[in-house]
Structure formats: structure tokens, C-alpha cells
């Protein structure tokens, strides 16, 4: 578990588990990317009603809310590495007959359907696995430069190189983009098979304990920990403002705004340089705050864009705060995802973080739909807004868990053992 660093052992090394588990990662996101672009493109050559073609997406979300604390269930029974591995290698291989379908003329709006449920059910095993396994490759102290490397190797992968390739590899065909996202599902494979880790050292499960009794105990430590239980709202709460801007941002770009296709891109070019920017700058800010009020500043700074973005009437102050917004998303979700694997007892891990992403699921298909309706009765200015409300619920939500002594576990458990570093 080898960390390097000029100040001393904050940085993972490269060589070894986490440069494989980097490299999986980073090319999971290029292929996702290639295929979340590619399937409303091929739904409307198959459909032309919305609501089909809008179900495509749904069931991109839906697994989440129904599977998504199964998945973290399951992630803390089994050996995660063998787990991550199985997942990617039968995406791969269910994404590459349904790139064989596209070739043969077989897709149907249907299968588009049945595709995105499936990948996104088995992906709600992997990600929580792969936030469990993240521990077990890099020391404590590097978790947060780990998690920060790992989630701007997944954006710059897919969101600046893989969504503008889409275009080009569909004149090359319909079924391209599908094949070379089972390649890219099949690489991981093997590159995660290839990790050298011990399995997990787990207690035996008491006898006559049952799945749905294991994400109970899940949920209660969760409920218990009250820096955990603070994150958890707080997510939830920034992801319901999250969705109102995000579903109605062409909206305010191109209609209040009235800047145009081109005024999208600007902006949305924006926010991901400054998401790409904060998983930079996230190692300084977190070394002087500490993880905690790193998120807490990361919270206002936030609020600050959204009433920008939502009260100025400027491309240019549009832009700067989205750049904003997305340099201090990076540091909410890096710090936010390191105290969690802090705090979480090791063998709750992935029930704790899948608890935190159905929570996040669930708020953001919500805020879009009070996005919508604020944009149509107050003015396509007003979900940015509404997202900053959010946002302040959001931070006064993570109030009472900023100081760095609560204990890990709550105190009427009896089994006080660790406290999370400023």
C-alpha cells in the first residue's frame, strides 16, 4: 500500500493495484461515455414519441432506486476485486451482442430499454464495490488525493475525450460506439483481474442473517454517525438542486440568456474545466481546511455561483460560475467520498455508500421535475435559484457533523474507536 508525495505519504503510487484500478476506471468512463451519447441518438432513428425515447434515460436511472442498497449489500459479502471484475467483464460482453444487434438491424426501442436497465443494475454492484476496494490499494492518508486522481481520470476521459468522438465513430457505423464500449468494459476486466490484493478478512455473518437484515444494520450505522448522517442529507439535498439546474440549463443558456447552441457549449465547456480544475486544486484546499470544512466552504462557494448564475443576466458570469460551481463540486465530491471510507467501519462500507448514491439518485430526477415547473410559472432564470435554496438546506444540513471529534460510531453503541482527521 505504497503512497509517494512531496509532503510526505499523501499521494497513491502509481505502480502497482491503484495504477491498474486508475487505468480500469478511466477507460469504464471513455466507453460509458461513447454509450450514454450514443443511445438517444439511435432511440430517435427507432422512435419518434418522447416518452420512449425519454425511458431510454429513466432506466439509465431507475436501477439506483430500486437495487442500489442491494448492490451495496452484496458488495460487503463478496470478495469486491472478483465482484468488479465479473460486472465489467458481463457488461462487456452483453454491450458487444447488442452492438451485434445494432450491425444486423435488430435494435429495437425495446432492447435500448432492456440495455440500460441491465448495465445500470449491475453497475450499482460495481460502484459501491469499487468505493469498498479503494481502501484495501492505498493508504488512509491518500485516499483523498486517490479519490480526487481516480474521478478526474474518469472526467477527462469521458467527458472531453469520449462524448466528442461519438460523431465520428457513428459514421463508421451505428454499432461502432457500442463495440468499442464492450472493449473498453473487457480491458477493465482484466486489468481489475489482475489486481493482487488479499480478500477481504471478514467476521462471520451471524447465523440466520439475512440480506434485507444486513442493509438495515447498513442504514443504522449510517442513522447513528452523525458526521455520516449529515453527508447523507447534505447529498441528498445538493442533488435535488443538482438536477433543477442541470435539466433546465439549455434552457436558461440559450432562452434567458439567448445565447445559443454556442452559448451552451461555452457554458457547459466551463463547468467541466473547473471540475477538472478542482481535482487539482483539491489536495492544497483539503491539506489547509481539512475534509470536512473543505466540503462545508465547497457548500457556500457554491450558493455564491448559483445566485450568480441565476441573478446576472451574462454569458461571462454564466460561465465564470459555472467554472466555479464545478471546481468546488470536485472538492464536495472527493472530500465527501474520503470521509465517508474514513468513518464507514470497513465492513459497512459498501452498504454506507450505496445508501449515499440512492440518495443522490433519487433527489436528482425530483429537482428536475421542481426545475421544470419553477422554470415555467417563474422564469427560465429561477431553478438556479431554487438549486441555491437547496443548497443552503444542504450546508446547514452538514452543521452539526464539521467538528473533527465525533466519534465514529455513535456513543450508545459502546464501541468508540476512531475520529476522522481534520
Known amino acids: 500500500m505504497a503512497t509517494v508525495g512531496a509532503e510526505g505519504a499523501c499521494a497513491p503510487a502509481w505502480r502497482g493495484g ?10 469504464s468512463s471513455f466507453g460509458d461515455s461513447l454509450r450514454t451519447a450514443a443511445l438517444p441518438l439511435l432511440a430517435v432513428t427507432l422512435t419518434d414519441r418522447p416518452l420512449l425515447i425519454a425511458a431510454v434515460t429513466a432506466c439509465g436511472y431507475l436501477p439506483w432506486i430500486v437495487f442500489g442498497l442491494l448492490g451495496g449489500a452484496l458488495a460487503d459479502r463478496v470478495d469486491q476485486r472478483r465482484a468488479m471484475w465479473t460486472v465489467d467483464a458481463s457488461r462487456g460482453l452483453l454491450v458487444g451482442a447488442f452492438a451485434m444487434a445494432v450491425a444486423l438491424g435488430h435494435a429495437s426501442i425495446g432492447l435500448l430499454i432492456a440495455l440500460a436497465f441491465t448495465l445500470t443494475a449491475l453497475q450499482t454492484l460495481f460502484d459501491n464495490a469499487a468505493t469498498a476496494l479503494l481502501p484495501a490499494l ?35 457505423g451505428a454499432a461502432v460506439p457500442f463495440a468499442v464500449d464492450a472493449a473498453t468494459f473487457l480491458a477493465a476486466a482484466a486489468l481489475v483481474a489482475s489486481l493482487r490484493i488479499e480478500p477481504p478478512d471478514r467476521d462471520a455473518r451471524p447465523a440466520g442473517s439475512t ?3 444486513e442493509i438495515a444494520d447498513g442504514l443504522r450505522t449510517l442513522w447513528r454517525d452523525r458526521a455520516l448522517r449529515g453527508l447523507c442529507a447534505a447529498t441528498a439535498l445538493c442533488n435535488v438542486g443538482m438536477g433543477a439546474l442541470i435539466a433546465t440549463l439549455v434552457v436558461l443558456v440559450t432562452g434567458w440568456l439567448d445565447a445559443g ?3 451552451y457549449a461555452v457554458a457547459t465547456t466551463a463547468y467541466t474545466v473547473g471540475f477538472l480544475a478542482g481535482g487539482l486544486g483539491n489536495r492544497w484546499i483539503a491539506a489547509r481546511l481539512g475534509p470536512t470544512r473543505a466540503v462545508l466552504i465547497a457548500g457556500l462557494v457554491q450558493i455564491g455561483a448559483l445566485v450568480v448564475m441565476g441573478g446576472v443576466r451574462s454569458l461571462t458570469a454564466t460561465a465564470a460560475a459555472l467554472a466555479v460551481f464545478g471546481f468546488m463540486g470536485m472538492v464536495w465530491n472527493v472530500n465527501t467520498t474520503t470521509l465517508m471510507q474514513h468513518r464507514a467501519p ?3 462500507l459498501g452498504r ?6 440512492t440518495l443522490a439518485v433519487a433527489g436528482a430526477p425530483l429537482g428536475a421535475l421542481l426545475g421544470g415547473a419553477v422554470a415555467t410559472a417563474w422564469g427560465l432564470n429561477t431553478p438556479a435559484l431554487l438549486a441555491a435554496g437547496f443548497f443552503v438546506l444542504s450546508v446547514i444540513a452538514l452543521i452539526p457533523g464539521r467538528k473533527p471529534d465525533v466519534p465514529l460510531v455513535a456513543p450508545d453503541d459502546e464501541t468508540m474507536t476512531a475520529h476522522v482527521p481534520r
Request: net charge positive.
Open 261 to 263: 447552441t454556442a452559448g
Open 211 to 213: 440480506l434485507r437484515r
Open 18 to 27: 491503484f495504477g491498474r484500478l486508475w487505468s480500469a476506471a478511466a477507460l
Open 352 to 357: 454506507v455508500s450505496s445508501a449515499f448514491r
Open 138 to 172: 492505498v493508504a488512509p492518508e491518500a485516499l483523498g488525493s486517490a479519490n480526487a486522481r481516480l474521478m478526474t481520470g474518469q472526467k477527462i476521459t469521458g467527458g472531453l475525450m469520449g462524448a466528442p468522438a461519438v460523431p465520428l465513430l457513428i459514421t463508421a
Open 346 to 348: 470497513s465492513d459497512m
